[in-house]
Each structure stands twice: as C-alpha cells, then as structure tokens.
C-alpha cells in the first residue's frame, strides 16, 4: 500500500496515544497522515458527496475531520490492511450521521447569507400606514354629513337601510349621500396622489 508504519511499533499494533511520542513518532505520523490523504482523499470525497447530498462544503469539512480522526488513531490503524477506505468511510458515514443528529437536536443556526435568504421577508408596511394617512386625512377634508354616511355604511360595513335606522335619515338620503362622498373622497385622495 506504501504507507509507512507509525514509530513506536509495528503496523496493526495498539499504541496508547500521542502521549510520549518523540519527534520521531510525530513525524511518522504526519507522514501517515499525508500518505492517507494523496490515496484517498478523492475517493472519500467522492463518497461523502454523496452521503451529504453534494453539498461540496460540507462534504469536504467532513473528509478534513475523517483524516484528523485517522491521524489521531495512526498508531492503531492496521496498515497491512489493503485498503483503508473501509474504515475511513465508516469514519466519515459516523461523522455524517451525528451532523445530521446535531442539527436535527438544536435549532436553526443564525447568521450567513442562507439564513437570510430563507427568512421570511416581513412585510414592508410603510405603504399601508403612508395610504391610511392620506384616506385620514382626505376622510376629515370631507363634511360631517359625508364622512358619517360613509363611516356607517364602509367603515362599520352596514347596509344603506341599516345606516338609515342608524342616522336617523331617509334611506335615499343614505344613497345620495354616500354616491356624492365618494366622490368627493376620490378628488380628495387625487388631491394627495392617490389613484384609485
């Protein structure tokens, strides 16, 4: 395979960590470790792309931390084995899984760009509070006899004889007072830049 054996013993042999390792030892392991990474860090890839959906970011944090993992166990790797890939994939297919399950465990991450794009866009209500500031102010340019009719029959959604009961008035008085106070409400509104 032609990864060189970690110092401090023979390939497929236990060691108990990093802890007393001399130069020596680390360096073999960077070897290793750099030995892991030209064979099979394309392949790897390959196989995590799929597992995350190809989503090429994580696919490639996730193959990082495989071989992070391989470095940290170089001295228990067997590598009389012919192939690592087994274990690398078993490896990475664990760290997939624990993503999936810390993400699934723990609300949305805030922050980025994709957050923003999938935030729900709050309504921009500065158009509607500017039109209910014209329609105000247009209603109080109107008489007391219009603006009444029209807050009876709109506003509180009567009926014109409702209205009438309500005021007191002739149901066609109702009639031609509210067909002449919406039009003096349009050229109101006109007035402000309003259009129907």
Do not use: C
């Not at 023979?10 to 802890?19: C, D, Y």
């Not at 390959?46 to 170089?74: K, N, P, S, Y």
């Not at 603006?147 to 009926?159: F, G, P, S, Y």
């Amino acid at each position: 395979m032609g990864i060189p054996a970690p110092a401090g013993g023979e390939a497929g042999q236990g060691g108990t960590g990093r802890a007393g390792a001399g130069l020596t030892g680390a360096a073999s392991d960077d070897a290793v470790l750099t030995e892991l990474y030209r064979q099979y860090r394309d392949p790897l890839l390959l196989f995590v792309l799929r597992l995350t959906a190809g989503d090429r970011h994580q696919a490639e944090d996730i193959v990082q931390e495989t071989m992070v993992r391989a470095w940290r166990e170089a001295r228990r790797l067997d590598l009389s084995e012919p192939s690592l890939m087994p274990w690398l994939a078993t490896v990475a297919r664990r760290i997939v899984i624990d993503e999936h399950r810390r993400k699934r465990a723990r609300p949305p991450e805030i922050g980025g760009a994709e957050v923003v794009d999938r935030a729900p866009v709050a309504a921009d209500e500065t158009d509607n509070l500017l039109r209910k500031m014209l329609v105000t102010e247009a209603l109080r340019a109107l008489s007391p006899a219009h603006r009444e009719v029209l807050n009876e029959t709109i506003l509180r959604d009567r009926t014109v004889n409702e209205a009438a009961e309500g005021l007191g008035i002739p149901v066609g008085t109702v009639k031609s007072r509210v067909y002449y106070a919406l039009k003096a409400l349009r050229v109101a509104l006109a007035e402000r830049g309003v259009s129907a």
